[in-house]
C-alpha cells in the first residue's frame, strides 16, 4: 500500500509542476485533464501526508517513552501515544477506502427515468412522488435539475419523466437508485381504504459526452410533432417536440420540454446517447455478472430494490437490510442516510474482495 501511496504522491506533485508550464496553461484540454486528475488525486496525497507525519510523531513519543521521565510527563507521552496511535489506525482506514477502484462515472452528471410500472394510476403518482424526492435531494446537494420530457395521467402522476440531475458527484450517488422501487400504501382511488402494492422504476445514467458515444447523422432519424403534456406550452401549436431514433439498436428518446425545437433535438439526442452507452455497459457487465456482481451495486431497473410502506411510516432498502421508521422525511428528499449506507456497503465488499 504504501508503494501505491507513494507513486501516488509523486504523480500528483509531478501535476503540480505541470500545470505550472506555460505550454500546459496555453492548452485548455491538457490543463482540464490535468487539474482534474490532481483534484482526483487530492484527498489520497494528503491523507498520506498527513499519515506520513503522524508516524514520524508516534516513533518520536515511542523513543520518549524508553527514555527516564517523572510520571507525569510518562503519562503525557502515554496518551500521546494512545491518540496517535487512534488516528494513524483512521487513516489507514480512510486511504484504504480512497485507493479503492473509482467508478469513471462518478463525477458525471446523469440523467434519470422515472416510469410507472404494475399499478396503473397508482404507480403513475408514485413515479411523480419519487421526481419530487429526487428533486429536493438535488437541491439539497446544490446541484440543479433540468426536465427533459413527461409523460402524465389524468390524475397528475408521472406514466414516464425523465431528467437530467447537473452537479459534481452527482452519479456517485444516484447510481444506487437504479432498480424497482415498491410502495404499500392506501391509495386516493381506493374507496374501501385497502392497502395496495404498486411499482415504480427508476434507471440512472451518466450523462454521456459526444467523445464517448459518436451518433452519426445517419444512423438517426428524426421525427418532430407537438408537444403535449408538462412542458409542452405551445401544445398543439408548432412541432417542436422531437423524437429521435438510432436505427442499428432501435433506441428512442423524445423531448418536448421546450419551445425550441433545436433544444429539444438536443436534450433528446442527450437522452439517446446516455442509453446507448447504458446498454453498452450492461452488456459488459453481463459478461462479468457470475464473478463480479454487486450486492449493491447500480441495480437491475427490474430489480426491487426498495419499499415505501406509508401505514408503517416505513422504508427498507432491500440490498442492505436497512429499515428507516422516517418515511416522511425521505419522501421529502432526506435521502443521504440511505445512500451513504449503501455506499458504505459497496467500499465494504470491493475491500472484501480485495479490489
Not at 397508482?122 to 420530457?149: C, N, P
Not at 441495480?299 to 408503517?312: A, H, K, L, M, V
Request: proline fraction near 2%.
Amino acid at each position: 500500500m504504501l508503494d501505491r501511496l507513494q507513486a501516488l504522491a509523486d504523480r500528483y506533485e509531478k501535476l503540480s509542476e505541470l500545470l505550472c508550464d506555460p505550454d500546459v496553461v496555453n492548452d485548455s484540454k491538457r490543463l482540464r485533464e490535468y487539474s482534474k486528475e490532481q483534484s482526483d488525486l487530492q484527498p489520497a496525497y494528503e491523507a498520506y501526508n498527513e499519515y506520513k507525519t503522524v508516524t514520524e510523531e508516534l516513533e518520536a513519543a515511542k523513543i520518549m517513552q524508553g527514555e527516564k521521565l517523572d510520571d507525569e510527563m510518562r503519562e503525557m507521552v502515554k496518551m500521546e501515544i494512545e491518540e496517535l496511535s487512534a488516528r494513524r489506525a483512521e487513516l489507514e482506514e480512510r486511504i484504504r477506502i480512497l485507493l479503492l477502484p473509482k467508478d469513471p462515472n462518478d463525477d458525471k452528471n446523469v440523467i434519470v427515468e422515472i416510469r410507472g410500472a404494475a399499478g396503473g394510476d397508482e404507480a403513475a403518482l408514485f413515479a411523480s412522488d419519487l421526481y419530487r424526492m429526487y428533486t429536493r435531494y438535488a437541491d439539497s446537494q446544490g446541484w440543479r435539475v433540468e426536465l427533459m420530457d413527461a409523460n402524465t395521467n389524468d390524475l397528475g402522476g408521472f406514466k414516464e419523466v425523465i431528467f437530467m440531475i447537473n452537479g459534481r458527484g452527482a452519479y456517485s450517488k444516484m447510481k444506487y437508485e437504479s432498480g424497482a422501487h415498491r410502495v404499500q400504501r392506501i391509495p386516493t382511488t381506493e374507496s374501501g381504504g385497502r392497502i395496495h402494492t404498486s411499482t415504480s422504476t427508476v434507471a440512472v445514467m451518466p450523462e454521456v459526452e459526444d467523445i464517448d458515444i459518436e451518433i452519426l447523422d445517419k444512423d438517426i432519424r428524426v421525427d418532430t410533432f407537438c408537444s403535449s403534456g408538462a412542458g409542452g406550452q405551445s401544445v398543439n401549436t408548432t412541432k417542436s417536440a422531437v423524437r429521435v431514433t438510432h436505427i442499428p439498436t432501435g433506441i428512442v428518446a423524445t423531448c418536448q420540454d421546450g419551445k425550441s425545437q433545436n433544444s429539444n433535438k438536443e436534450k433528446a439526442l442527450q437522452v439517446l446517447r446516455a442509453r446507448i452507452f447504458d446498454m453498452k455497459r450492461q452488456e459488459e457487465e453481463a459478461k462479468y455478472a457470475g464473478e463480479r456482481k454487486s450486492k449493491v451495486g447500480t441495480g437491475d431497473r427490474s430489480e426491487r430494490i426498495r419499499t415505501y410502506n406509508f401505514p408503517q411510516s416505513r422504508v427498507t432498502d432491500h440490498r442492505i437490510g436497512l429499515t428507516l421508521h422516517k418515511l416522511d422525511q425521505v419522501m421529502n428528499g432526506e435521502i443521504e442516510e440511505i445512500i451513504s449506507a449503501l455506499n458504505i456497503a459497496e467500499q465494504a465488499e470491493l475491500m472484501e474482495k480485495g479490489e
